[in-house]
């Protein structure tokens, strides 16, 4: 294994993950991240409509596990939330979002995508129409597998950076 060309991958929570471990560490050549929280402070507060119920949970004692409120704890949310690390980042990474995901509002990955654009961080956000929080839409998946693919070829096997790849300031 070529330590320098290894590669971090997640969807939802893991999406989340690799979001913010990508803004703690340089280890990674490049990153995917799919439909994650990035700002711990919104998502608490998002309802998710799949569910019908807010999110404390998730972040109090589920996945994120800060084991209190964001009244109890503001600081955790906020030292937690990637989209306030972006500056710290310096790996390459692909996003991923279904327009209509009721799970995590595509807000998520949007403001994240601004912001890493605004700090001139190399960053591509796709997102898929009429998609929810996984990809049904066997032309999509098709999509998003061929881009990831093109994407490892460039920043794991110093390919060529393909055109979609590129976004205008």
């Known amino acids: 294994i070529d330590p320098s060309a290894i590669a971090l991958v997640g969807h939802s929570f893991g ?12 280890r990674f050549a490049t990153a995917v991240s799919g439909s994650g ?15 019908k119920k807010p999110e404390y949970f998730r972040a109090e004692d589920d996945q994120i ?8 704890d503001p600081q955790s949310y906020l030292q937690n939330s990637p989209v306030l690390l972006a500056a710290s980042i310096k790996t390459p990474l692909l996003g991923w979002t279904g327009k209509e995901d009721p799970t995590v509002h595509p807000l998520q990955s949007m403001e994240f995508y601004m912001a890493l654009r605004r700090l001139n961080k190399t960053h591509t956000l796709l997102v898929y129409p009429e998609e929810g929080h996984f990809l049904l839409k066997k032309e ?11 994407w490892f070829d460039c920043y794991l096997k110093n390919g060529r950076i ?8």
């Open 15 to 26: 999406g989340y993950e690799a979001d913010l471990i990508i803004s703690q560490t340089d």
């Open 37 to 51: 929280w990035t700002d711990l402070v919104s998502s608490y507060l998002f309802i998710n409509s799949g569910f």
């Open 65 to 72: 596990r800060i084991g209190k409120s964001l009244y109890e």
């Open 140 to 150: 999509n998946q098709k999509d998003l597998s061929e881009r990831i693919q093109q």
């Open 162 to 169: 393909q055109p979609w790849m590129k976004s205008d300031n």
